[in-house]
């Protein structure tokens, strides 16, 4: 199969000025509550979108973990790539994309790391495993072999036992949008696409762009 030969109609939703919602937010958490009740796989994982003191730009998949008036949240090892980059330029991008629903959601803005207390919370909530494995994997850096990731299980499972502390460098981040796009598919490749952008008084201007 020539793969330029593929094509996919897009005719499932619309999203028009009337339907949306004024604040991005509000429309975020409608579509995002949406692919959850609609059993999307995985509707929480996010494509994140950040870039180095060489100007090259890197993505991988984030799970988001939180949101509100404040931004979008999700927790990673802040000695990673990516919390290198950030800590060299905290503006990045996100995206979800929906595939089932034909939607695709675009957030840009400046990121920040959460509060300790916000970290600490998470991190107890998760399973014992992941606890021990923020540990584990010194994420980003070259291994040997997967014998190390297991070996240093092992070692700090048998150090903590049942309590872990959370690990100085891994915690949460959060992106405060100034930017948002929300894109619903249409046939003939006449998508709707709707941007919000942040006004210095605090509001949102919602406008229509060309697909």
């Known amino acids: 199969m020539n793969i330029a030969d593929l094509r996919k109609s897009y005719e499932k939703a619309e999203l028009s000025e009337s339907a ?9 958490e409608r579509w995002l509550n949406e692919a959850i009740s609609g059993e999307v796989p995985e509707p929480n994982a996010m494509t994140l979108a950040t870039v180095g003191s060489n100007l090259r730009p890197s993505t ?17 090892n802040y000695q ?20 089932e ?3 695709v959601v ?20 998760r399973p014992l495993d ?37 690990p100085p460098h891994w915690g949460g981040y959060r992106l405060k949008p ?8 249409r046939k003939s490749r006449l998508h709707d696409r709707l941007r919000y952008t942040l006004q210095a008084d605090g509001g949102w201007l919602r406008e229509r762009l060309a697909p």
Do not use: C
């Open 20 to 28: 949306s919602h004024a604040d991005p937010l509000k429309q975020f």
């Open 60 to 76: 991988r998949i984030v799970l988001i973990k939180g949101f509100d008036e404040s931004g979008i949240v999700w927790y990673t």
């Open 80 to 99: 990673s790539h990516k919390g290198r980059e950030l800590a060299g330029n905290p503006f990045a991008a996100l995206q979800f994309h929906w595939v």
């Open 101 to 103: 629903m034909e939607r």
């Open 106 to 125: 675009r957030i840009e803005g400046m990121v920040e790391k959460v509060s300790d207390a916000e970290s600490d919370a998470y991190f107890h909530s």
């Open 130 to 166: 992941s606890r021990i494995g923020a540990w584990a994997s010194p994420q980003s850096e070259v291994i040997d072999s997967r014998t190390v990731l297991v070996t240093n299980a092992a070692k700090y499972g048998a150090q903590f036992l049942l309590q872990p502390p959370r």
């Open 178 to 185: 100034d930017h948002w796009q929300f894109w619903q598919g």
